[in-house]
């Protein structure tokens, strides 16, 4: 099948949806938070669990994929989630200014709002990356994953930053005005961007093609997810996301804690540390985007070769951690960016390695396996933060001593890297698997091309 491919142009309409995603969501889970724990002196466990279950309800994840796989488009579940999110961005403010007067009506809506801040993103962001695994071509998919996920962290940034300014000083009808116009800005931006964006010439299908395409019409949900979930690399992977990204996460709610309780920094110290950490994130996924460019073919090895490679050295990073818990001296500093590097190396590897993925098990299911693999994301980053500070809450009352309670934590989170790196190692596409895709191929052939 020659299916249209994406070029930069369109990756980067997809980065600004992406880019449009990130923006209201740090807006509920960072300004939102402050304000509840800060300005309302509302107890932190409220806005936690409240993050918590915008997670949870991200385990449609999957049924929104298949939603966009049974439609054939994924623009209308992309510009309908960020509608979603974007009003229940406003909702979550509206229950967030409601929480002075009626604390519990408030807890109430806010509950319902991250519902549909979880549903929003489960449905854009899904039907997304199914798009770009559908549309995006091999040699592109490492540069075009670092590309979209750089500018859902801008969109981070630059939010943060204008709401920050916008809001202060604080009052909850300047929150409300702001929230409600970066809703309505987003969901503009989403709009353009998606203007035309799958509009394709004529199509031709092969008999072939159209009895598969029609065997997959008429599969309900529970039929395709049990298809999808038969596939040994669909179920591997699946794996490797949750252990992965249940590393990645648990270790995020304990990094400035440790530095702090053990080496003395201070909370600036301890932010500057976290800023350290994530400036190596963006060098590593910057390595592997030029490690896949067409220019460079591969001769920095491959995608999978990143994948595993990082999760290795995201866990001797960590063993690091383990010394630097024992000895003062250790450079911790360096330790942490050495760690961000082998973080972003293996997350974008991941994520092309996802698109990868998503399409060779045969067209139709892109977004019902994304959803599959978005859902275990979502369940480890849910899980990580709650198990990263109880594991390092029981090991303190265990051994009774801070040092030590903090290494065993960090060894635990060694050992998941270690395992994720063992999972990513078998997913290299056999022989077999290889001539399947050569036998069953694309089936769909459509006219025209998109640069």
């Known amino acids: 099948m020659n299916v249209p491919v994406f070029g930069w142009f369109q990756i980067i309409r997809l980065g600004l949806i992406q880019a449009c995603l990130g923006a209201v969501v740090v807006v509920t889970t960072s300004t939102l938070n402050r304000i509840m724990v800060v300005e309302l002196a509302l107890p932190a466990l409220l806005p936690g669990f409240l993050v918590a279950w915008h997670y949870a309800v991200q385990m449609v994840r999957p049924r929104m994929g298949f939603g966009s796989d049974k439609g054939r488009r994924s623009t209308p579940w992309m510009m309908g989630g960020m509608v979603v999110l974007g009003v229940g961005g406003v909702m979550a403010a509206w229950a967030t200014v409601w929480m002075a007067a009626q604390p519990l009506y408030g807890a109430l809506l806010a509950w319902l ?49 204008v709401v920050g300014k916008l809001i ?58 049990q ?50 950490h994530h400036m190596g994130v963006l060098i590593g996924m910057l ?54 590097v082998a973080n972003g190396a293996f997350s974008i590897a991941a994520i092309a390695t996802m698109m990868r993925l998503a399409g060779e098990g045969g067209p139709g299911r892109e977004g019902t396996r994304m959803g599959l693999w978005g859902a275990a994301q979502a369940a480890a980053f849910g899980l990580g933060g709650l198990l990263g500070t109880a594991a390092s809450d029981l090991a303190h009352a265990v ?49 025209g091309s998109s640069s």
Not at 132 to 147: C, L, Q, S
Not at 305 to 316: D, E, K, P, R, Y
Request: net charge positive; aromatic share 8%; charged share 15%.
């Open 399 to 447: 051994l009774g001593e801070q040092r030590t309670a903090y290494a065993a934590v960090f060894g635990m989170q060694a050992l998941m890297f270690a395992v994720s790196a063992a999972v990513a190692s078998r997913l290299r596409a056999g022989p077999a698997q290889r001539q399947r895709l050569r036998l069953d191929g694309p089936v769909l052939l459509k006219g």
């Open 287 to 340: 390595a592997v985007a030029g490690a896949g460019s067409r220019w460079v073919a591969g001769r920095l090895g491959s995608v999978q070769a990143w994948m595993v490679g990082g999760c290795l050295v995201s866990a001797l990073a960590t063993l690091g951690l383990v010394s630097s818990a024992v000895s003062v001296d250790w450079p911790l500093k360096a330790n942490v960016v050495f760690l961000g």
């Open 113 to 161: 709002s991250f519902g549909l801040i979880g549903l929003g993103v489960s449905a854009c962001g899904t039907s997304l990356l199914a798009l770009m695994a559908k549309r995006v071509p091999d040699e592109r998919r490492a540069p075009a994953a670092t590309t979209v996920w750089l500018m859902m962290i801008v969109g981070f940034a630059v939010t943060a930053g």
């Open 168 to 225: 202060d000083p604080y009052s909850p009808q300047v929150l409300l005005q702001v929230s409600a116009g970066l809703s309505l800005l987003t969901a503009c931006i989403t709009a353009l961007c998606l203007w035309g964006l799958e509009k394709d010439g004529g199509s031709v299908l092969t008999s072939a093609a159209s009895d598969n395409t029609e065997r997959l019409q008429k599969q309900n949900f529970k039929e395709a997810f």
């Open 227 to 276: 298809e999808v979930w038969a596939e040994p690399a669909a179920r591997t992977f699946t794996v490797f996301v949750f252990m992965s990204m249940l590393a990645y996460s648990a270790q995020d709610l304990i990094l400035e804690p440790f530095a702090g309780a053990v080496h003395g920094f201070t909370p600036g110290q301890t932010t500057q540390l976290s800023g350290w």
